[in-house]
């Protein structure tokens, strides 16, 4: 608004003056399509606007001066403001007439230090953030880019951590050492990297840092242990460490695996036990040892290198030494296999390696073998082939068996009676060469001698027996001695025959010896056994035909003095008791007898008639009734079911009750007989109801009902289903006060109507995994209620959350399962979520860009992070080549990774492109201009020029006509040429 008063003033001012003019001057204004470009000062931008008047004072034109200064000098127009940057340039230098903005800056026309201008009132100062220094901006920052900073800590005031505090500078890094020392203790200003480094500033313990993030902790190959660094190490030297085995929590082959520490050497006994089993701690020798745990073969240890292997004097053999050792004892050998020894028996058994032959070995050059087995020494094969000298020459009761004790009195030689291929019997004895009486050889030791059957007698052998047989022998009972029976044994002689009476009386107490029957006597009182014993109809007379049939002794009924009368009892009967009890022997059936065709005996005792023992229905003839009338067996009872049944329609005949019943032959309901004294009426725990037994049950089955209708029980469902009449509540029931009927229906137990609305207790009460769905194993960690977050309307979703009450960090729940994790395209970091997400919002991010993994695009391809506008330059170079992580935008910018030709990019929308006043061509930007520079361009062509010289050289594009131009209409080319402007 201001503006256009200011110019409306200025045109009434610019009219009066015109009016002011002489007229002798008047003739000096320009008339009607005046072109002000032929004056050497074309009318661009804002000036094309301006009233002439504003220059030409007086309507005076020629000798109006033409440089900026000359009118913007505060009293024309608008000059330089006090706070103007000092310099010596013209104003388009910087400025144009089309913006007063500045539109290109040359540093090198201002005459003072930056700070002159950089106060913060003129142009930008130092930010709030600057490093504290007292150096001109010159020091570090250069006209060509403020951003591009050439850094040198010497002119820096203040210590380190002024600066590197994270918000001027980077500070220390979430994984830096705890330590309150300066950052120049350590680190220098020409490299960050490389730090000296002293413990002596830390604070803490070793592994607050030691602990494989902010500094290295223990390596993959450390021993296992809880102990605290600095239990064994020293901050002046890592190792070497001191050691105590106390305090290591693994096996020693966890260390001593030959990769944290010694392990077992090359020539270590094959084994599969632990070190501890064998060694100590406080000393590795001497060691305890035990085979046990030993694996591989003796040999492998036992090779007279790793341990004591066979000694020279050992057999020869290919064995291995678990054939014939055990690892418990060396010696004895638990077996030996001569199969397996090599060479011949006495290459061993000489005495020397093996015992070898005894001193009263048969002399022979044989091999052991010949006689000898290896898998018993005796008894041994023997031939007398190879045998020398005579048998008395070995068999002389010193290298072998002489003759016994009990040999033959006799001066023959051996080889008289025996012979070489066998002992005995003897080849021959000829009595003739015996020396003494029969009795003094046949004695029972040397030879045979009486046998125990032999009958008794004092006389010699001879005078019964002869030398050249010894039966058939003389006898004669003169020179026999003692009775009868010592001979007559049935061994000696002819005993008792089978059929003898049993009797201890002695032979000669019957019988003669002039003749052995008839006996001259028998005694009753000496017979020995039972009466039958003898009176069997073989030895004597026995019962006769008729007799009853029985197992007992003749003496139970008969006496030896008189064979009648005699005594009876049933107790020895055999056979049938119709045997006798036929009406004729004995009494038989009565005329009420029950029809059958069993024995007596299948009922009836010997011991009494009646009771009966037992009654076999099965074989009874005729029906229940016939006899179960009252009369021949019990009838019904009183209380007997009413029923036309038989009896054996519902009993069996084995047991009265159970009875099989069926109601199909019952008249009458059922509370007719089950009243409760009849037949099991209703309990005290059955359904209060007016309905009769037949309503819900069947003569089937009582249980279950086949029906029960609710609408005829009378009470309230808990009346009923109290857990005694019928299923109540379980266990596991939603605590509640309400009524059964308020969720469930009598038509259908489940589905139930539901409602939390009569619930008592916490949801947890409930909700607890058991009576009702808990929390899954998803759940988020908390110690919040379950109404803390969900409402009994919808458990999902969640009416509130709050992250205080959650338990663990953020990735604890935001997994993936729980809730939400990092999605794929999330930026690659090992951050925690709480480094740069806050639980208020989670899309309000801090990132910092120092814990991201990746060069920048891997974040900022477009799916992850904002990747590359459609806009932006096509180039390979990586983001960070121009941008930094802390600001976007200044980027530093090189030509150097550009693909594509300039145009591509400045085309007025990626870049700045060709300016309205750009020459008219269809040049390609890089034939003119180099990335380098942009202005001045390396060479114009001319010929590519398109349009007249005028479109071009107007003052504005390109130098136009100067102001001592001759005034003319002409085109440039009518007089110059692109060669050379002057002619």
């Excluded at 260390?255 to 084994?271: D, F, Q």
């Amino acid at each position: 608004m201001f503006g256009k008063r200011l110019w409306t003033i200025l045109s009434v001012l610019l009219a009066l003056l015109i009016a002011a003019v002489p007229a002798g001057a008047r003739d000096n204004v320009p008339g009607p399509g005046f072109d002000h470009f032929r004056t050497g000062f074309p009318l661009t931008g804002a000036h094309a606007a301006v009233r002439c008047e504003s220059c030409h004072n007086g309507g005076v034109f020629i000798g109006t001066p033409k440089e900026c200064s000359s009118c913007h000098n505060s009293i024309r127009a608008d000059g330089k403001p006090a706070n103007h940057v000092r310099t010596q340039a013209q104003c388009d230098t910087c400025h144009s007439t089309k913006q007063w903005s500045i539109v290109r800056f040359d540093h090198s026309g201002v005459s003072a230090s930056c700070k002159s201008c950089h106060d913060g009132v003129q142009s930008a100062g130092k930010p709030a953030g600057h490093i504290s220094t007292a150096q001109d901006c010159s020091a570090c920052h250069s006209t060509g880019t403020w951003a591009s900073v050439h850094f040198d800590h010497s002119g820096v005031s203040g210590s380190c951590a002024s600066c590197h505090n994270g918000s001027k500078a980077t500070g220390k890094g979430s994984s830096h050492l705890p330590t309150t020392q300066d950052c120049g203790s350590c680190h220098s200003t020409q490299t960050w990297a490389g730090a000296r480094f002293d413990h002596s500033g830390t604070s803490g313990n070793c592994a607050a840092c030691h602990n494989g993030t902010t500094a290295r902790g223990k390596s993959a190959t450390h021993l296992a242990t809880s102990n605290a660094c600095e239990d064994c190490h020293r901050t002046s030297a890592w190792s070497p460490a001191t050691f105590n085995h106390a305090d290591t929590s693994a096996a020693c082959s966890s260390c001593h695996n030959g990769t944290k520490a010694t392990g077992k050497p090359a020539k270590h006994i094959p084994t599969a036990a632990e070190c501890s089993d064998c060694h100590r701690s406080n000393a590795w020798t001497p060691a305890t040892f035990s085979h046990a745990s030993v694996t591989g073969n003796c040999a492998s240890c036992h090779n007279g290198t790793s341990a004591t292997g066979k000694d020279t004097g050992h057999i020869a053999t290919n064995n291995a030494c678990e054939d014939c050792h055990t690892s418990t004892a060396w010696s004895p050998a638990k077996a030996v296999n001569h199969n397996d020894v090599i060479g011949t028996c006495s290459s061993c058994h000489n005495g020397t390696k093996a015992a070898g032959k005894p001193a009263a070995h048969i002399q022979t050059a044989l091999e052991c073998s010949s006689c000898h087995k290896t898998t018993a020494w005796t008894p041994a094969t023997f031939s007398h082939a190879n045998a020398t000298g005579s048998c008395a020459s070995c068999h002389n009761g010193t290298n072998a068996v002489g003759k016994t004790a009990t040999h033959l009195s006799t001066n023959n030689t051996c080889e008289d009676c025996h012979t070489t291929t066998a002992w005995a019997p003897a080849k021959a004895v000829n009595h003739n060469d015996v020396v003494g009486t029969c009795a003094s050889c046949h004695n029972g030791t040397k030879a045979t001698g009486k046998p125990a059957n032999h009958i008794a007698t004092s006389a010699a052998c001879s005078d019964c027996h002869k030398t050249t047989a010894w039966t058939p022998a003389t006898f004669n009972h003169a020179s026999v001695t003692g009775t009868c029976s010592s001979c007559h044994n049935g061994t000696n002689a002819t005993g008792k025959s089978a059929t003898h009476i049993s009797t201890n009386n002695t032979c000669e107490d019957c019988h003669t010896s002039a003749a052995w029957s008839p006996v001259k006597t028998v005694n009753h009182n000496d017979v020995i056994g039972t009466c039958a014993s003898c009176h069997n109809g073989t030895k004597a007379t026995g019962k006769p035909a008729n007799h009853i049939a029985t197992s007992a002794a003749c003496s139970d009924c008969h006496k030896t003095t008189a064979w009648t009368p005699a005594t009876f009892s049933h107790a020895s009967v055999t056979g049938t008791c119709s045997s006798c009890h036929n009406g004729t022997n004995a009494t038989g059936k009565s005329a009420t007898h029950i029809s059958t065709n069993n024995t007596c005996e299948d009922c009836h005792t010997s011991a009494a008639w009646s009771p009966v023992k037992t009654v076999n229905h099965n074989d009874v003839i005729g029906t229940c009734a016939s006899c179960h009338n009252g009369t021949k067996a019990t009838g019904k009872p009183a209380t007997h079911i009413a029923t036309s049944a038989a009896c054996s329609d519902c009993h069996k005949t084995t047991a009265w009750t159970p009875a099989n019943f069926s109601h199909a032959s019952v008249t009458g309901t059922c509370s007719s007989c089950h009243n409760g004294t009849n037949a099991t009426g209703k309990s005290a725990t059955h359904i209060s109801t007016n309905n009769t037994c037949e309503d819900c049950h069947t003569t089937t089955a009582w249980a279950p009902a086949k029906t029960v209708n609710h609408n005829d029980v009378i009470g309230t469902c808990a009346s009923c289903h109290n857990g005694t009449k019928a299923t109540g509540k379980p266990a596991t029931h939603i605590a509640t006060s309400a009524d059964c009927s308020d969720c469930h229906r009598t038509t259908a137990w489940t589905p139930a109507n539901f409602s939390h609305a009569s619930i008592m207790g916490t949801c947890s009460s409930c909700h607890n995994g058991t009576n009702a769905t808990g929390k899954n194993a998803t759940h988020l960690s908390t110690t919040n209620t379950c109404e803390d977050c969900h409402t009994t309307v919808a458990w999902a979703p969640a009416k509130t959350f709050n992250h205080a009450d959650a338990i663990g960090t953020c990735a604890s729940c935001h997994n993936g399962t729980k809730a939400p994790g990092k999605p794929a395209s999330h930026i690659r970091s090992t951050d925690s979520c709480d480094f740069c997400h806050v639980t208020t919002n989670w899309t309000s991010v801090n990132v910092d860009h120092t814990q991201v993994l990746g060069t920048c695009s891997s974040c900022h391809n477009g799916s992850i992070a904002t990747g590359k506008p459609a806009t932006h330059i096509p180039t390979t170079a990586e983001c960070s080549d121009c941008h930094k992580t802390t600001a976007w935008t200044p980027a530093t910018f090189s030509h150097t990774g550009v693909t594509t030709n300039c145009s591509s990019c400045h085309n007025g929308t990626t870049a700045t492109g060709k300016s309205a006043t750009h020459i008219s061509t269809n040049n390609l930007c890089q034939d003119c201009h180099s990335t380098k520079v942009w202005n001045p361009a390396t060479r114009v062509n001319h010929n590519d020029v398109i349009g007249t010289c005028v479109s071009c050289h107007n003052g504005t594009i390109a130098i136009g006509k100067p102001r001592d131009h001759p005034r003319t209409s002409d085109d440039c080319a009518s007089c110059h040429t692109t060669r050379t402007f002057s002619k």
